[in-house]
């Protein structure tokens, strides 16, 4: 008897854990609102835009072969493992007179995945810096109004991030250059917001069939 009960434990106890930890992120994981009301990029680039998409949105830069890898980067550990959700996709900013150095990054980074969802918006150095001001971080452009951070952007222009992060307190942004982080960090944040909104969808469809 003792051993049958050993052997239930020890087969249902893991079921259980698993059980707890996968709905405590689907009903309690909020990811935390940092910013709300970013400006929408399309006020600067009308080719793209924020509302209503999940987006990483990064800012490369007038040196975009610098930030290569860091492009590189985020590619792997993020774009190949979240770009086939409907709603999501990438923004780098760039600021104008760089299109050609973008068409080569496009190019690399096609050798690796498809690109389809990375999108390029460009703008004058004004209209990047107070773009980027809308945000209200901690971090700032370096002289080259480019950043290794990325930031997630949800459907409703709110920056999300952490409130209470191990290493920061408040995080806004993930970096690039930090294969780690965008490993420990960025993949479950991005976990989290795509889980928000499968989430409230499948509420909203259920309660159009009642």
């Given at each position: 008897m003792?051993?049958?009960?050993?052997?239930?434990?020890?087969?249902i106890?893991?079921?259980?854990?698993?059980?707890?930890?996968?709905?405590?992120?689907?009903?309690?994981?909020?990811?935390?609102?940092?910013?709300?009301?970013?400006a929408?990029?399309s006020?600067?680039?009308s080719?793209?835009q924020?509302?209503?998409?999940?987006?990483?949105?990064?800012?490369?830069?007038?040196?975009?072969?610098?930030?290569?890898?860091?492009?590189?980067?985020?590619?792997q550990?993020?774009?190949?493992?979240?770009?086939?959700?409907?709603?999501?996709?990438?923004?780098?900013?760039?600021?104008?007179?760089?299109?050609?150095?973008?068409?080569?990054?496009?190019?690399?980074?096609?050798?690796?995945?498809?690109?389809?969802?990375?999108?390029?918006?460009?703008?004058?150095?004004?209209?990047?810096k107070?773009?980027?001001?809308?945000?209200?971080?901690?971090?700032?452009?370096?002289?080259?109004?480019?950043?290794?951070?990325?930031?997630?952007?949800?459907?409703?222009?709110?920056?999300?991030?952490?409130?209470?992060?191990?290493?920061?307190?408040?995080?806004?942004?993930?970096?690039?250059?930090?294969?780690?982080?965008?490993?420990?960090?960025?993949?479950?944040?991005?976990?989290?917001?795509?889980?928000?909104?499968?989430l409230?969808?499948?509420?909203?469809?259920?309660?159009?069939?009642?």
């Amino acid at each position: 008897m003792k051993k049958k009960i050993v052997l239930a434990t020890l087969f249902i106890l893991p079921v259980v854990v698993y059980l707890f930890f996968a709905s405590g992120v689907n009903n309690f994981g909020r990811l935390p609102i940092l910013t709300e009301k970013v400006a929408d990029i399309s006020e600067m680039d009308s080719s793209v835009q924020l509302q209503n998409k999940i987006t990483v949105l990064g800012f490369l830069g007038n040196n975009v072969e610098r930030m290569q890898g860091n492009a590189f980067n985020l590619n792997q550990k993020i774009y190949k493992r979240f770009g086939e959700f409907n709603d999501f996709q990438m923004i780098m900013v760039v600021p104008k007179g760089n299109k050609g150095q973008v068409e080569e990054l496009k190019t690399e980074l096609g050798k690796l995945s498809d690109v389809d969802k990375w999108r390029f918006a460009f703008g004058s150095e004004k209209e990047i810096k107070a773009f980027f001001q809308s945000l209200r971080t901690n971090v700032d452009l370096d002289e080259n109004l480019a950043t290794p951070n990325v930031f997630i952007i949800d459907k409703d222009l709110a920056l999300r991030g952490r409130t209470d992060d191990e290493d920061e307190g408040i995080k806004y942004g993930f970096d690039t250059s930090s294969v780690a982080e965008l490993n420990n960090k960025m993949v479950d944040d991005v976990k989290i917001i795509l889980a928000e909104y499968r989430l409230a969808l499948k509420k909203n469809n259920a309660d159009r069939s009642k």
